[in-house]
């Protein structure tokens, strides 16, 4: 795992691609914006989010691996990398009756943004949280919110 320095904490590592990483994950993360001071709810949030966007990662992914990447610089900002999907995924309008299907209509109700990016291997999906109420921006977008592109490796 990769650890960032100066205000903006960015930790990066690499997971199997197996249904049981989700929990690996969640731990990895609540304790990584834990120590970096992040508020509580604002975790449970993070936890949650990239519960979903891990899982479609397991689901819809190829290869034997997964790359998360989390980034604090007073918002929390996360990436999860698949490999060899082949399409961007795109929220489904789940009825009552769906088992599945919502995971993405989370994300995109509790982020403050979100979106995908295609890599050389796969793509990238991120989602931001920023803490306290804020406003939020309906619908994915294609580039990281900060400085373009999502963090971490191209490939």
Not at 40 to 53: C, K
Not at 55 to 64: D, H, M, P, Q, R
Not at 137 to 146: A, I, K, L, W, Y
């Amino acid at each position: 795992m990769g650890e960032g320095s100066g205000p903006d904490r960015t930790m990066t590592s690499r997971f199997a691609r197996a249904a049981q990483s989700a929990g690996v994950i969640r731990s990895w993360l609540r304790e990584r914006l834990s120590a970096a001071r992040v508020p509580p709810d604002v975790v449970d949030v993070a936890e949650l989010l990239v519960s979903e966007v891990v899982t479609n990662a397991v689901e819809y992914g190829e290869g034997n691996e997964i790359i998360v990447r989390v980034a604090t610089d007073g918002d929390v900002e996360m990436a999860v990398h698949d490999q060899g999907a082949t399409g961007a995924p795109h929220l489904h309008e789940a009825t009552p009756d769906d088992v599945r299907g919502r995971g993405l209509a989370m994300v995109q109700a509790l982020a403050t943004s979100w979106g995908t990016r295609r890599s050389e291997s796969g793509k990238w999906v991120w989602f931001r949280l920023s803490p306290g109420p804020g406003p939020r921006r309906r619908g994915p977008g294609v580039t990281h919110p900060v400085n373009g592109h999502v963090p971490g490796p191209t490939g």
